[in-house]
């Protein structure tokens, strides 16, 4: 092997990864982000947002290309389903998030993943953005995640890692939270 | 005018809409709806997600087609940009949450727009996620969200739309909220 084979584990290479830790931790400022997402409504529910820019390691960035994402609602929700709802964006970007977590934790602790997949529900009364129910929130009302995950520990460490990753992801924390939203608007 | 060209506005048929909203007003049962993302894990930080079927109006239901969303970390945070990160899905989610909201509520109230941007931007401190301080929360410590819009009306009107928009988003309430979320784990 290798030394690339050697450090490189569930296609994370952790000695990347373990530098990366070492310089954080040396120089906190470096872990200071900021991303964005840019949206133009296009008609009705239909809107297509970009992800290109974010800030990071103390100076501006960019993805190595321009990310695209159309939204919209389905007919039944008087839409014409160009794109998913903006809800299951969310539930993806939970999957994504506990997913991406998984495979590094796994990698640091030296558990070679074979199979992950994680599916995501999430419950809604849309009496809520609807405004016919003031009882009802406008989001969901419970999420559930599932994850298969095989690899080559025995379950209880398997498990171990999903909940590492569940203490560590972010999109976990801002559904399970409360994050502060400010909204600005132009009109002129 | 044609009587479609009477009750579209904004790209939104307002009659449908308000014909949806009396229906759920006659059944409520009809508003519970369950949206899902089922995700696989490439390697590394990447996974793919999909996005087909929900639950709606009493029966299961798909979208049009399947949508498919890569998403991965940019090299400086040790993954290979395949996608965007799984917190920048939650800032898209949002804006175009706003916006389709924005959409239906001035094409009720009878305010045509022009056009409609939203730029939304998350700080985060990844030395939560790093776990280097235990101090700093994993996920977003603020998020700002800017409107550009333009129509027929002035911009107190404009911004009440927002306004109401706000009020009324699913995603909103999911980033501002707290919402339950369980992970089961299957190993085998």
């Not at 998913?84 to 506990?98: I, M």
């Amino acid at each position: 092997m290798t030394t690339t084979d050697e450090t490189t584990r569930n296609g994370v290479d952790t000695a990347t990864l373990f530098a990366t830790l070492d310089a954080v931790k040396a120089a906190p400022e470096a872990a200071k982000f900021q991303f964005r997402s840019s949206t133009e409504w296009v008609t009705g529910t239909h809107s297509r947002g970009t992800i290109h820019g974010f800030f990071g390691v103390g100076e501006e960035r960019t993805h190595e290309r321009s990310f695209t994402f159309d939204a919209d609602h389905p007919a039944v929700l008087v839409g014409q389903d160009n794109g998913p709802t903006p809800v299951e964006f969310v539930l993806h970007a939970l999957a994504s998030c506990l997913t991406a977590g998984l495979a590094n934790i796994a990698a640091a602790r030296k558990v070679r993943l074979t199979e992950v997949r994680c599916t995501v529900a999430g419950d809604i009364d849309l009496n809520g953005i609807l405004g016919l129910n003031p009882a009802v929130r406008n989001g969901y009302q419970d999420i559930t995640v599932r994850f298969t995950v095989r690899g080559d520990a025995p379950a209880d460490k398997l498990r171990e890692l999903v909940e590492q990753s569940r203490e560590r992801s972010a999109v976990y924390d801002v559904i399970t939270g409360r994050v502060p939203v400010s909204i600005e608007v132009t009109t002129d």
